[in-house]
């Protein structure tokens, strides 16, 4: 698995060479991009041949832009759905999400998120904290949580 935050979305060109040309990127069987609008997930999925879902978090003020995470794969994605995350930043007053999907790698069904929680400076640590529990709380629903325990 592989996060990448492309900045706002603006070099989708140079997002998607990076991609495809470093071989440890390019072989990923999932890739988590944040700060994506949907013509750029859809930019990037069909450069690179991936299956990909995005739910937009909330519109950017700078730039009036709806921006959200997105997951990408070459496998395929069966079931997809957004994880509002508790509490808004302080400075923009903004939302977050997770965006999570079921994918299935070969036989087995793997539950991904792709995750872009409030910056530290727009607030408290305990807040934060709030929003990664909600993610966890989400997959904790999954009855194929054979990862929980390590958590």
């Known amino acids: 698995m592989v ?3 492309v900045k706002f979305g603006e070099d989708l060109e140079g997002a998607t060479a990076v991609l495809r ?36 978090a909330s519109v950017h003020p700078s ?8 997951l990408l794969s070459p496998w395929p994605i069966t079931r997809e759905w957004k994880v509002l995350l508790p509490h808004q930043g302080y400075a923009r007053g903004q939302r977050r999400i997770a965006t999570g999907a079921e994918i299935l790698i070969g036989t087995r069904r793997v539950r991904a998120y792709s995750v872009h929680l409030e910056m530290p400076l727009r607030l408290s640590e305990a807040k934060r904290k709030d929003q990664v529990r909600a993610v ?15 958590i």
């Open 21 to 56: 040309r470093t071989p440890e990127l390019r072989d990923a069987d999932v890739i988590a991009l944040q700060e994506m609008d949907e013509r750029g997930v859809d930019q990037i999925a069909r450069a690179l041949s991936l299956n990909g879902v995005y739910y937009a």
């Open 63 to 70: 730039n009036n832009k709806a921006f959200g995470p997105a």
């Open 136 to 150: 966890l709380e989400d997959a904790a629903n999954w009855p194929d949580r054979w990862w929980w325990r390590a």
């Open 3 to 5: 996060t990448f935050n």
